[in-house]
């Protein structure tokens, strides 16, 4: 299967690649597993092992063996790291960012990337997005959410407009604004 071509930024060749660099290069000092690759760029474990390839090759990440398991990492010594860090984090960061600044965040149910970021993604043509639309659904504590959500502004080098639904208007989708989100793309986040 062939990548499809990354637009969220001209400098990643594929998606693939970008939500594969985003996962190493956002917990640079995390192992991963090919197969945790794969399912972060939502892709095949031979694609993802392609990329990863690719990847070692040219010494932007690195690989070791733990028995039979090959646990795979951003190279942090590479002249280029930081470079390459803030490529990602700008492009393809929202993925690997969010949902570790999610995490633990009681009664988040689901929090979902919508907007120009996720129509990129989902291969539509258009501009750079300026900034990032995120819905988090659940019954939340908002100031713990926004917190979470602004420590990581930052590294993504773009605002993120939050927004709340309850868990019920998200099931029920009776809204303008539920129904207008979902008849375009979005991504769900992996919490």
Known sequence: MKPKPGLLSPL???DVQGLILARLFMAADSDFTITELAEQAFTSVPTAMREVDRLVEAEYATDRAFGRVRLI???SDHA???A???I???SYGPAALLPRALSGLFGLQHAYVYGEWAERLAQKPGP???QLHLLLVGNMNRIDASRAVAS???QLGRIVNLQFVSAEDWAAGTSEFIRSVRSNP???LQL
Request: hydrophobic share 45%; net charge neutral; glycine share 4%.
């Open 152 to 154: 990581v502004e930052g």
């Open 73 to 75: 990492r951003a190279n």
């Open 128 to 130: 750079t997005p300026r």
């Open 12 to 14: 990643i060749r594929s």
């Open 84 to 86: 390459i860090f803030q």
């Open 80 to 82: 280029l790291f930081e």
């Open 186 to 188: 979005i991504l769900e």
């Open 88 to 90: 990602v984090a700008h």
